[in-house]
C-alpha cells in the first residue's frame, strides 16, 4: 500500500486555527437537556449559539481504552459549553514542505506567504488528550416550534489526525441556511483503529480495532437522543464529510451498528470501498489489524502482552512509537461485529444502510500528495519513472499486475510513458490518475451501487482553482471545504466568482439534508447520476457550474478494473464456495 499519510494532511495544515477562546454566554443559550442545564455561547450572528464540548460518551480512559465507548455523563450544575473539547491523540509533527507547497502552490506573494506562516504559528490548538469524545452544536432554533434538519460532520485527517474544532468547521454558514451543525471528535490512529488479540479477548463480541467508528456510532445516538433540546430533528439527520470523513459516511453505511441513525450522507473526497483489511488474516494486499497491533506491541517491548498491559502505557508513550507503515493499518477492518464485510464488498452485495447520496471529488486531488510519492496507484508500488520519465514497455508491464486488460489504456489516457526528455506529461498524468484511482472510481462506485439498490445518488465535481494568475494547486485536496462551510480565508484570494460558487454549494447541501435533494429554487439544475450526470462544481477557470454528462468516464471505467479485481480476490478468501463468478459494477 502506498503512504496514506499525505493524502490527509491538507485537511489539518490548512485549517489556519483550532478555536478554543471563550465567548459571551448570552441568557437566550441556556437549555435544558436529557443530560443536564447547559449553557452554550453567542457567535458573530445573533440568535445562532454554539455549544462547545458536550461529552456523547464517557472518556476513553483505563479499562475503557480500546473499548466500546460508554454512556455518556449526565449532570445537575449548568455546564458552561464555552471551551471546545480536547483533542484526540494524535501526531503532533507536521510536514513543512508540505504546508509550504500547500501555501505558495495559491500564488500570492511574498507578503501574504509571510502573514500567513506567522498566523498558523501563532495558533495554539485545543490539549490532546485520551479524554477527547466531544461534540460541538451550532444552532439557530432554540425553543423553535419546528425542529430543524441536522447536520453532522465528520473531519477528515485519514483516521490519524484532525478535530471537529478546526475553524474551517466552525461556521455559521449552513446553520444559517436551517440546519442544526454537530461536528464531533472520534479516536484516530492507534487508540482509534487498533486491533490486537488480547484486547478481543476482553471484548464482549469477541473483536477489537473500528473504535473510532464505534465513537462516531456513539455521537449519532446522542444525536438522536439529545438534539431536540438544541432545535434539531432526530429523525432528519445527514452524515457528511471529507477525505477520512467521507471514508467514515460509507463506513456508517456499511456498518448494521448505525442502522436507523442517520437518513442522509454526504461524502467529499472519499469512499472506503478500496479499504480492504481485516481484523486477522489475508487482506488482499492490506495489512491486518492483528498484524498491526503486534507491531505497535513490539515496538512498545511487550511481548504477549495482556489488555492490562496494552493499557498501562501511557498514551503518549503510545503515540510514539506509531511508524507510517502502522498507519496504514488505523482503519475499519472487517471483524465480522461493527463491519460484517468490508466496505466495498457490503456495498456490492447491498448489505448496507441504504439512503439518499450526495458524493463527489475535486479535480486536482493528487497535486499535493504526488510529488512526495510518485505513485500513480495505489494498487502497485515502485512506478518506473525514471526521475520523471518512462519507458512505455516498462509502464505497460508494471500497470498489468493491477489492471491486467487495461494498462495499456490507462497509460494512454494519462500520458503515463513520453520520450525521455519530456517528463512533464508524466507528473501532471500521474497526479491525475492518484486523484481518478483514490477517489473518482470509489465514489461514483458507492453511488452506482447505491442507485443498483434503488436509492438516489447525485455526484458532483469540484475544479474551483485559487484566483491568483501564479497558481500551482488547481482544485485541491479538501479545497471545497470552505466553500461548504462558508469560511474561505479572504487572504488566501476570494475572487467574485468563489462568492458564488460558496453560495451555490451552501444551497445545494442544505437542500439535500433538508429533503434529500439538492435541487431548488434558483440553482442550476443537479440531476440524479443515473451512471452519467454530474454537478460540475467551478470557479475562476472560465466555466460556469451546471450539470455535465460522464466526466472523466473513460478514464474511471478504466480504472475500476482495478478495484474490481481486489474486491473479487478478497471475496474469494472470505468465501471460496461462493466466489466462482465475476465481481462487477451494475450495468
Same mark, same amino acid.
Given at each position: 500500500?502506498?503512504?496514506?499519510?499525505?493524502?490527509?494532511?491538507?485537511?489539518?495544515?490548512?485549517?489556519?486555527?483550532?478555536?478554543?477562546?471563550?465567548?459571551?454566554?448570552?441568557?437566550?443559550?441556556?437549555?435544558?437537556?436529557?443530560?443536564?442545564?447547559?449553557?452554550?455561547?453567542?457567535?458573530?450572528?445573533?440568535?445562532?449559539?454554539?455549544?462547545?464540548?458536550?461529552?456523547?460518551?464517557?472518556?476513553?480512559?483505563?479499562?475503557?481504552?480500546?473499548?466500546?465507548?460508554?454512556?455518556?455523563?449526565?449532570?445537575?450544575?449548568?455546564?458552561?459549553?464555552?471551551?471546545?473539547?480536547?483533542?484526540?491523540?494524535?501526531?503532533?509533527?507536521?510536514?513543512?514542505?508540505?504546508?509550504?507547497?500547500?501555501?505558495?502552490?495559491?500564488?500570492?506573494?511574498?507578503?501574504?506567504?509571510?502573514?500567513?506562516?506567522?498566523?498558523?504559528?501563532?495558533?495554539?490548538?485545543?490539549?490532546?488528550?485520551?479524554?477527547?469524545?466531544?461534540?460541538?452544536?451550532?444552532?439557530?432554533?432554540?425553543?423553535?416550534?419546528?425542529?430543524?434538519?441536522?447536520?453532522?460532520?465528520?473531519?477528515?485527517?485519514?483516521?490519524?489526525?484532525?478535530?471537529?474544532?478546526?475553524?474551517?468547521?466552525?461556521?455559521?454558514?449552513?446553520?444559517?441556511?436551517?440546519?442544526?451543525?454537530?461536528?464531533?471528535?472520534?479516536?484516530?490512529?492507534?487508540?482509534?483503529?487498533?486491533?490486537?488479540?488480547?484486547?478481543?479477548?476482553?471484548?464482549?463480541?469477541?473483536?477489537?480495532?473500528?473504535?473510532?467508528?464505534?465513537?462516531?456510532?456513539?455521537?449519532?445516538?446522542?444525536?438522536?437522543?439529545?438534539?431536540?433540546?438544541?432545535?434539531?430533528?432526530?429523525?432528519?439527520?445527514?452524515?457528511?464529510?471529507?477525505?477520512?470523513?467521507?471514508?467514515?459516511?460509507?463506513?456508517?453505511?456499511?456498518?448494521?451498528?448505525?442502522?436507523?441513525?442517520?437518513?442522509?450522507?454526504?461524502?467529499?473526497?472519499?469512499?472506503?470501498?478500496?479499504?480492504?483489511?481485516?481484523?486477522?488474516?489475508?487482506?488482499?494486499?492490506?495489512?491486518?489489524?492483528?498484524?498491526?497491533?503486534?507491531?505497535?506491541?513490539?515496538?512498545?517491548?511487550?511481548?504477549?502482552?495482556?489488555?492490562?498491559?496494552?493499557?498501562?502505557?501511557?498514551?503518549?508513550?503510545?503515540? #510514539?512509537? $506509531?511508524?507510517?507503515?502502522?498507519?496504514? *493499518?488505523?482503519? %475499519?477492518?472487517?471483524?465480522?461485529?461493527? /463491519?460484517?464485510? +468490508?466496505?466495498?464488498?457490503?456495498?456490492?452485495?447491498?448489505?448496507?444502510?441504504?439512503?439518499?447520496?450526495?458524493?463527489?471529488?475535486?479535480?486536482?486531488?493528487?497535486?499535493?500528495?504526488?510529488?512526495?510519492?510518485?505513485?500513480?496507484?495505489?494498487?502497485?508500488?515502485?512506478?518506473?519513472?525514471?526521475?520523471?520519465?518512462?519507458?512505455?514497455?516498462?509502464?505497460?508491464?508494471?500497470?498489468?499486475?493491477?489492471?491486467?486488460?487495461?494498462?495499456?489504456?490507462?497509460?494512454?489516457?494519462?500520458?503515463?510513458?513520453?520520450? #525521455?526528455? $519530456?517528463?512533464?506529461?508524466?507528473?501532471? *498524468?500521474?497526479? %491525475?490518475?492518484?486523484?481518478?484511482?483514490? /477517489?473518482?472510481? +470509489?465514489?461514483?462506485?458507492?453511488?452506482?451501487?447505491?442507485?443498483?439498490?434503488?436509492?438516489?445518488?447525485?455526484?458532483?465535481?469540484?475544479?474551483?482553482?485559487?484566483?491568483?494568475?501564479?497558481?500551482?494547486?488547481?482544485?485541491?485536496?479538501?479545497?471545497?471545504?470552505?466553500?461548504?462551510?462558508?469560511?474561505?480565508?479572504?487572504?488566501?484570494?476570494?475572487?467574485?466568482?468563489?462568492?458564488?460558487?460558496?453560495?451555490?454549494?451552501?444551497?445545494?447541501?442544505?437542500?439535500?439534508?433538508?429533503?434529500?435533494?439538492?435541487?431548488?429554487?434558483?440553482?442550476?439544475?443537479?440531476?440524479?447520476?443515473?451512471?452519467?450526470?454530474?454537478?460540475?462544481?467551478?470557479?475562476?477557470?472560465?466555466?460556469?457550474?451546471?450539470?455535465?454528462?460522464?466526466?472523466?468516464?473513460?478514464?474511471?471505467?478504466?480504472?475500476?478494473?482495478?478495484?474490481?479485481?481486489?474486491?473479487?480476490?478478497?471475496?474469494?478468501?472470505?468465501?471460496?464456495?461462493?466466489?466462482?463468478?465475476?465481481?462487477?459494477?451494475?450495468?
Amino acid at each position: 500500500m502506498s503512504n496514506f499519510k499525505k493524502i490527509v494532511l491538507s485537511t489539518v495544515l490548512f485549517a489556519l486555527t483550532a478555536c478554543g477562546s471563550e465567548e459571551k454566554m448570552p441568557p437566550d443559550a441556556f437549555i435544558t437537556t436529557p443530560q443536564g442545564p447547559v449553557q452554550g455561547v453567542g457567535t458573530d450572528d445573533e440568535h445562532i449559539y454554539n455549544f462547545k464540548g458536550i461529552p456523547y460518551a464517557a472518556a476513553p480512559i483505563g479499562d475503557l481504552r480500546w473499548a466500546a465507548p460508554a454512556a455518556a455523563p449526565k449532570w445537575n450544575q449548568t455546564r458552561l459549553a464555552h471551551t471546545f473539547g480536547n483533542r484526540c491523540m494524535q501526531p503532533s509533527d507536521v510536514e513543512g514542505g508540505f504546508f509550504t507547497r500547500l501555501i505558495e502552490g495559491h500564488g500570492l506573494g511574498a507578503i501574504k506567504n509571510f502573514l500567513i506562516r506567522r498566523a498558523v504559528a501563532a495558533q495554539k490548538p485545543s490539549p490532546m488528550s485520551e479524554d477527547c469524545l466531544y461534540l460541538n452544536v451550532r444552532s439557530g432554533n432554540l425553543g423553535g416550534e419546528k425542529k430543524q434538519p441536522v447536520m453532522v460532520w465528520i473531519h477528515g485527517g485519514g483516521h490519524q489526525f484532525g478535530s471537529g474544532d478546526f475553524n474551517y468547521y466552525q461556521n455559521n454558514a449552513l446553520p444559517k441556511k436551517g440546519v442544526i451543525l454537530v461536528t464531533i471528535n472520534y479516536r484516530l490512529g492507534a487508540m482509534g483503529y487498533m486491533a490486537h488479540p488480547a484486547l478481543s479477548g476482553t471484548d464482549p463480541n469477541g473483536v477489537s480495532g473500528n473504535y473510532g467508528t464505534l465513537d462516531q456510532i456513539a455521537a449519532l445516538k446522542w444525536v438522536r437522543d439529545n438534539i431536540s433540546a438544541y432545535g434539531g430533528d432526530p429523525d432528519n439527520v445527514t452524515i457528511f464529510g471529507e477525505s477520512a470523513g467521507a471514508w467514515s459516511v460509507t463506513e456508517l453505511m456499511a456498518s448494521p451498528l448505525a442502522t436507523g441513525l442517520f437518513h442522509k450522507a454526504i461524502g467529499q473526497s472519499g469512499a472506503s470501498s478500496y479499504h480492504l483489511g481485516q481484523m486477522d488474516g489475508e487482506g488482499v494486499g492490506w495489512p491486518s489489524g492483528y498484524q498491526t497491533g503486534s507491531m505497535v506491541a513490539a515496538a512498545l517491548g511487550l511481548e504477549n502482552p495482556s489488555a492490562a498491559d496494552l493499557r498501562a502505557v501511557s498514551a503518549e508513550r503510545v503515540q #510514539s512509537v $506509531i511508524t507510517e507503515e502502522m498507519s496504514e *493499518g488505523f482503519h %475499519h477492518i472487517r471483524d465480522g461485529y461493527v /463491519f460484517p464485510e +468490508n466496505v466495498g464488498i457490503a456495498f456490492q452485495k447491498g448489505s448496507y444502510n441504504k439512503v439518499p447520496m450526495l458524493f463527489g471529488y475535486n479535480s486536482d486531488e493528487g497535486t499535493l500528495f504526488f510529488p512526495d510519492d510518485p505513485e500513480p496507484t495505489v494498487w502497485l508500488e515502485g512506478f518506473p519513472h525514471n526521475n520523471g520519465n518512462a519507458n512505455r514497455e516498462e509502464t505497460i508491464s508494471y500497470l498489468s499486475g493491477a489492471y491486467p486488460t487495461q494498462a495499456e489504456n490507462i497509460s494512454n489516457l494519462y500520458h503515463l510513458w513520453e520520450p #525521455s526528455k $519530456i517528463a512533464v506529461p508524466y507528473v501532471k *498524468g500521474g497526479m %491525475h490518475m492518484m486523484g481518478d484511482e483514490i /477517489f473518482g472510481v +470509489n465514489i461514483r462506485f458507492v453511488a452506482r451501487q447505491n442507485e443498483a439498490q434503488g436509492e438516489d445518488s447525485y455526484l458532483y465535481f469540484f475544479s474551483r482553482i485559487p484566483p491568483s494568475e501564479k497558481q500551482t494547486l488547481g482544485a485541491f485536496h479538501a479545497a471545497e471545504i470552505p466553500f461548504v462551510f462558508g469560511s474561505y480565508e479572504p487572504i488566501l484570494g476570494q475572487s467574485d466568482d468563489d462568492k458564488v460558487l460558496a453560495e451555490l454549494m451552501q444551497n445545494y447541501w442544505v437542500n439535500f439534508a433538508k429533503t434529500g435533494n439538492p435541487n431548488g429554487e434558483g440553482l442550476p439544475g443537479w440531476p440524479k447520476h443515473n451512471d452519467m450526470h454530474w454537478m460540475h462544481l467551478t470557479a475562476n477557470a472560465g466555466e460556469e457550474s451546471g450539470a455535465q454528462a460522464h466526466i472523466r468516464k473513460e478514464k474511471i471505467d478504466a480504472l475500476e478494473e482495478g478495484l474490481l479485481i481486489k474486491l473479487k480476490a478478497l471475496e474469494a478468501l472470505q468465501n471460496p464456495t461462493q466466489s466462482s463468478g465475476p465481481l462487477a459494477a451494475p450495468n
